[in-house]
């Protein structure tokens, strides 16, 4: 499957709590601009944040959805502030995860090929 491509990676899954992020917070963006310089910068902005842990680009209302990972809420406070003074955001809401209910890397395999 690695020669395949199937197998994009190997990794180890850490503790969250050993390794002092157990906070998750999901990041709803929305920005004003819509240009590839906005997005070309916003990309860079986001690559060397190491607690940004996911960045999806949306359909619908918000534009980006980032889930962070953090030790507490002024950890997080500092993402933010690192992440809105490298780019121009028109809106941003924050939601702390409160239970973790499910977590996995497995993919579905059914619909393989």
Not at 67 to 72: A, F, G, Q, R
Not at 87 to 96: E, G, I, P, Q, R
Request: charged content about 20%.
């Amino acid at each position: 499957m690695e020669e395949a491509g199937v197998i994009a990676a190997r990794v180890a899954l850490l503790d969250r709590q050993a390794v002092n992020v157990a906070v998750t917070v999901f990041v709803s963006l929305r920005t004003s601009q819509h240009s590839v310089e906005w997005l070309s910068a916003f990309s860079r902005s986001i690559g060397d944040i190491p607690e940004i842990v996911e960045v999806y680009r949306m359909s619908g209302q918000v534009d980006y959805l980032l889930k962070i990972v953090v030790p507490d809420i002024a950890a997080y406070d500092a993402v933010y502030k690192k992440l809105i003074a490298r780019v121009d955001l028109f809106d941003v809401s924050s939601a702390f995860a409160m239970e973790l209910m499910k977590c996995t890397t497995a993919l579905p395999l059914s619909y393989v090929k």
